[in-house]
């Protein structure tokens, strides 16, 4: 993490911002969970030192229940007529490079690229040295993987709350308590289909995009986004080698048991 103390007005406004969305209303009191506290912690405490000013998200409501963090099921949220799509067998993949112009700002990312910064330097013009710093650097997925890339994802959360479900505008969520078949079953599926493919499950590494970070190989656009969205406690499937498509569907026949009924919060 870049020290809060070099951060500018601007920059640290805005972590903080995207950092308090990972907060939650408790007996009347505001806390964050241990997903973002220590970064949270720093960052507030920087800015009330400057005197700046402090906003609440407004997709943190004072009477919503308290979020529930699960350890081995997962979340999706969505709209309803996608999601009885998914519990009656139709798994739609996104294709990463549609992302960067989705309209809701919590889904909206460029997924073939990822954003760095350089180390701070100096830069030596004639006998005067200038200060080089907030270079930022953008790393291409085509430059993991030798070609312009694509490739398609299900996202999923581990969290289970109304704000969530508030932030991606969706209808409901379902439940996925048994991951391991979820998954295979979507394998199984996907070999009848494609020929070369490749899936593969993660969790989302959020990383400080004002800080170098090297990006080598696919895993690291894959499964890595900016500390903004770190409150999201993304995973997701990847599928690699499918027809390039907005989305990619494939069929499948779920084993009893996996999916809880469509949930809503109101």
Same mark, same amino acid.
């Given at each position: 993490?870049?020290?809060?103390?070099?951060?500018?007005?601007?920059?640290?406004?805005?972590?903080?911002?995207?950092?308090?969305?990972?907060?939650?209303?408790?007996?009347?009191?505001?806390?964050?969970?241990?997903?973002?506290?220590?970064?949270?912690?720093?960052?507030?405490?920087?800015?009330?030192?400057?005197?700046?000013?402090?906003?609440?998200?407004?997709?943190?409501?004072?009477?919503?229940?308290?979020?529930?963090?699960?350890?081995?099921?997962?979340?999706?949220?969505?709209?309803?007529?996608?999601?009885?799509?998914?519990?009656? =067998?139709?798994?739609?993949?996104?294709?990463?490079? !549609?992302?960067? *112009?989705?309209?809701?700002? %919590?889904?909206?990312?460029?997924? #073939?690229?990822?954003?760095?910064?350089?180390?701070?330097?100096?830069?030596?013009?004639?006998?005067?040295?200038?200060?080089?710093?907030?270079?930022?650097?953008?790393?291409?997925?085509?430059?993991?993987?030798?070609?312009?890339?694509?490739?398609?994802?299900?996202?999923?959360?581990?969290?289970?709350?109304?704000?969530?479900?508030?932030?991606?505008?969706?209808? =409901?969520?379902?439940?996925?308590?048994?991951?391991? !078949?979820?998954? *295979?079953?979507?394998?199984? %599926?996907?070999?009848?289909?494609? #020929?070369?493919?490749?899936?593969?499950?993660?969790?989302?590494?959020?990383?400080?995009?004002?800080?170098?970070?090297?990006?080598?190989?696919?895993?690291?656009?894959?499964?890595?986004?900016?500390?903004?969205?770190?409150?999201?406690?993304?995973?997701?499937?990847?599928?690699?080698?499918?027809?390039?498509?907005?989305?990619?569907?494939?069929?499948?026949?779920?084993?009893?048991?996996?999916?809880?009924?469509?949930?809503?919060?109101?």
């Amino acid at each position: 993490m870049k020290p809060v103390w070099q951060l500018t007005d601007e920059q640290i406004t805005s972590r903080l911002w995207n950092l308090a969305k990972g907060a939650c209303f408790i007996d009347g009191k505001l806390f964050t969970s241990g997903n973002v506290q220590p970064e949270f912690d720093s960052t507030y405490i920087e800015i009330k030192r400057r005197g700046l000013p402090v906003a609440i998200p407004p997709i943190i409501h004072p009477a919503d229940s308290n979020p529930i963090l699960h350890n081995t099921a997962f979340v999706r949220y969505d709209k309803k007529d996608r999601l009885k799509e998914l519990i009656s =067998g139709k798994v739609n993949f996104g294709n990463a490079n !549609q992302y960067r *112009e989705q309209e809701n700002p %919590a889904q909206r990312d460029d997924e #073939v690229a990822r954003a760095s910064h350089y180390p701070d330097q100096s830069l030596k013009i004639g006998e005067i040295t200038y200060p080089a710093n907030n270079l930022i650097r953008t790393n291409h997925y085509g430059s993991a993987t030798g070609k312009f890339p694509y490739y398609h994802f299900l996202s999923l959360t581990t969290e289970e709350s109304h704000k969530l479900q508030r932030d991606f505008k969706a209808e =409901g969520y379902i439940l996925i308590s048994d991951f391991d !078949q979820f998954y *295979e079953t979507i394998h199984t %599926a996907l070999k009848k289909v494609l #020929v070369n493919f490749k899936l593969k499950f993660g969790y989302i590494e959020y990383y400080d995009d004002l800080m170098p970070r090297r990006f080598v190989s696919r895993d690291d656009f894959e499964f890595a986004k900016s500390i903004h969205y770190k409150y999201q406690n993304e995973a997701r499937i990847v599928l690699i080698g499918a027809p390039e498509v907005k989305y990619y569907s494939v069929d499948v026949v779920w084993p009893d048991g996996i999916f809880s009924e469509i949930r809503e919060f109101r």
